[in-house]
């Protein structure tokens, strides 16, 4: 893996240097000293990797495009010593970053572990749906947290990631998000991220949550497989233009920190108030898919636990923790 890796990066220097011209796998396979069919081979796993190579048979290959991918050195160097990075696991793919991160969690691992993939063969959603996780143009990522509170208050470790989240993108990409309850982040009205999380406690004890963040970077929304439950986009998209991944990441990170921060010095009420205000669904008539049934009403409020109060049409209220909420026209 790791020779692969070396040969790669010198195939790419070679290209680099020549970017106005072809140059012929006859001249990368001496240099390399590497046959002409496994240059060939590697130049196949540097466009899986996003790089852009042309290639005509007389003259040779040229490097049209470097793909935007995470760097470990860099992200962990301008990380520094915060509680959240101070470890960062990175992987080229990954079943699911949640996985690793519970699994570390089970072996001790501290808090503040960060688990970072460029893809995911199995990326999860909640309720055992499934993420679409292509490499190199997303930012999958978890967090390990081992808060001191009682369970009762984990809901407000899922607000504290949406907000960071939506303050994130917004910070790096000046775009404009709306919540969607509980977790989902969108921009008009199309889904742009996804908060999983997932937490092993005891009555009284929290052992640790992992937070798992899925951002729809530079994906083209040509690329969304049909039948997602709502539309989807990716900031790129919004944009009308790329979108580096790393600041955002970086971003993300110090919000994160710097939340979590406030929630530990007795700021529930602010994460509260800040993830009520970012909500959009206030005083709109909505849907809520629950499983085995449905019901419609007006999203009334939203409480300190996570629950969204809603008036069933002249029935009476009902609180409501879990569910798929969809707005009515
Ligand atoms: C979520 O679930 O939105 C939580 C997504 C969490 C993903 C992160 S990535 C890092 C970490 N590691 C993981 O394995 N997971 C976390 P839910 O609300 O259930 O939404 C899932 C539904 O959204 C799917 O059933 C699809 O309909 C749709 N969907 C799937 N992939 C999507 C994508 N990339 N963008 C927008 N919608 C998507």
Redo the contacts with the bound molecule.
């Keep these: 893996m790791k020779q692969t890796c070396q040969t790669d990066n010198l195939i790419i220097s070679i290209l680099k240097d020549n970017r106005d011209s072809y140059v012929s796998g006859q001249h990368i396979s001496s240099k390399i000293k590497l046959t002409r069919s496994a240059v060939w081979k590697h130049i196949e796993s540097l466009r899986k990797k996003g790089y852009v190579i042309e290639s005509i048979p007389s003259r040779g290959y040229r490097l049209i495009e470097i793909p935007d991918l995470l760097s470990p050195d860099d992200i962990r160097t301008r990380v520094g010593k915060r509680i959240i990075g101070k470890e960062i696991l990175f992987f080229d793919e990954v079943?699911?970053?949640?996985?690793v991160a519970i699994e570390k969690a089970g072996s001790g691992a501290a808090e503040g572990l960060v688990v970072l993939s460029e893809g995911?063969s199995?990326?999860?959603?909640?309720?055992g749906?499934?993420?679409?996780?292509p490499k190199y143009v997303?930012i999958?990522?978890?967090i390990l947290f081992r808060p001191d509170m009682s369970p009762q208050y984990a809901p407000v470790m899922t607000m504290m990631s949406a907000v960071s989240t939506a303050r994130a993108i917004t910070e790096v990409t000046g775009l404009r998000t709306q919540i969607k309850w509980p977790?989902?982040i969108l921009i008009d009205r199309k889904?742009?991220?996804?908060?999983?999380m997932e937490m092993n406690a005891e009555q009284e004890r929290i052992n640790h949550i992992v937070a798992?963040?899925?951002i729809?970077v530079n994906?083209k929304e040509r690329d969304?497989p049909d039948?997602?439950?709502?539309p989807?986009t990716s900031l790129a998209e919004c944009l009308g233009k790329k979108v580096d991944r790393t600041d955002l990441l970086l971003m993300l990170i110090e919000i994160l920190e710097e939340d979590y921060e406030e929630l530990r010095n007795g700021g529930v009420m602010s994460i509260f108030s800040r993830w009520r205000k970012g909500c959009d669904i206030l005083d709109r008539r909505i849907r809520v898919s629950l499983p085995g049934e449905e019901i419609t009403g007006v999203a009334e409020d939203l409480t300190p636990e996570g629950g969204l109060v809603l008036n069933l049409d002249g029935s009476g209220k009902r609180i409501i923790y879990a569910g798929?909420v969809s707005i009515i026209r």
């Design positions: 079943d699911s970053t949640n996985n995911q199995r990326g999860k959603g909640r309720m749906r499934t993420w679409v996780s997303n999958y990522l978890s977790n989902d889904k742009v991220s996804g908060i999983l798992g963040i899925g729809n994906m969304f039948g997602l439950r709502m989807a798929d």
